[in-house]
């Protein structure tokens, strides 16, 4: 079936490194593909989105792109900062049913240390 | 526009009890989810309506939950005879373009069965 697979976390990384979460997926069809963010203690939000092959999605430094070659859609930003220590979520748009909901992966959580 | 917004925030409950919860969507967006997340897991999708009409329920969503969403704006789940493996939070989300805008999120209810 469709799913969604991300690398195990947590991830630490000290203040101004360079961030990698890595995204997979399994797919029939054409999804969307989407990273949301979830800071302690609130909801999750969206943080970038790729709709087709070879899109870049970016926000707030964060990018990601649409890899269909290799059904991927990493998080990368170049230089990270305390305040982004959060879960992260993959997710992409279920083509079963027609691209009506999103299936997401398990979560990376990151912890910046300054 | 205030967001989604859930209600209660917090919910204890002794096992055997039934609760309910409640979700206020932003106004605009026709499309409207109920997830659950158990610690350290991603959102699993539990069911979703597209204005008033209930389009689909996943295997997770046994017959002692039951949603509704009348005139097509907030929504309730209830959950009868709660069990401990019930807890966990419970997101709701709304939509009008998933497509291309993704999910909003609420802040979630936390329900602990004890």
């Known amino acids: 079936g469709n799913s969604v697979t991300q690398m195990e976390g947590p991830v630490t990384l000290s203040e101004e490194a360079f961030l990698t979460i890595n995204c997979t997926y399994t797919?029939?069809?054409?999804?969307?593909l989407f990273w949301y963010v979830q800071y302690p203690g609130e909801g999750l939000q969206l943080l970038l989105k790729?709709?087709?092959?070879?899109d870049k999605g970016s926000n707030k430094g964060f990018e990601a792109t649409y890899r269909k070659e290799t059904t991927s859609f990493h998080l990368e930003k170049g230089s990270v900062q305390v305040s982004d220590s959060a879960v992260y979520f993959c997710?992409?748009?279920?083509?079963?049913?027609?691209?009506?909901?999103?299936?997401f992966g398990a979560g990376t959580r990151l912890a910046v240390h300054p | 526009d205030t967001g989604v917004s859930q209600n209660p925030r917090h919910k204890i409950t002794k096992r055997g009890q039934n609760v309910t919860f409640r979700c206020d969507p932003i106004s605009e967006h026709n499309r409207l989810y109920w997830y659950r997340q158990t610690l350290g897991q991603g959102p699993e999708f539990l069911t979703y309506f597209q204005n008033e009409a209930q389009l689909e329920k996943s295997r997770l969503l046994s017959d002692r939950f039951s949603a509704e969403r009348p005139k097509g704006s907030f929504s309730t789940l209830e959950i009868q005879r709660t069990e401990q493996g019930d807890s966990a939070m419970y997101l709701c989300?709304?939509?009008?373009?998933?497509?291309?805008?993704?999910?909003?999120f609420g802040s979630g209810t936390r329900l602990t069965v004890v």
């Open positions: 797919a029939t069809g054409y999804p969307s």
């Open positions: 790729a709709t087709k092959a070879d």
């Open positions: 989300a709304s939509s009008l373009d998933l497509i291309n805008y993704g999910y909003t």
């Open positions: 997710a992409l748009s279920d083509p079963s049913g027609g691209y009506n909901k999103l299936i």
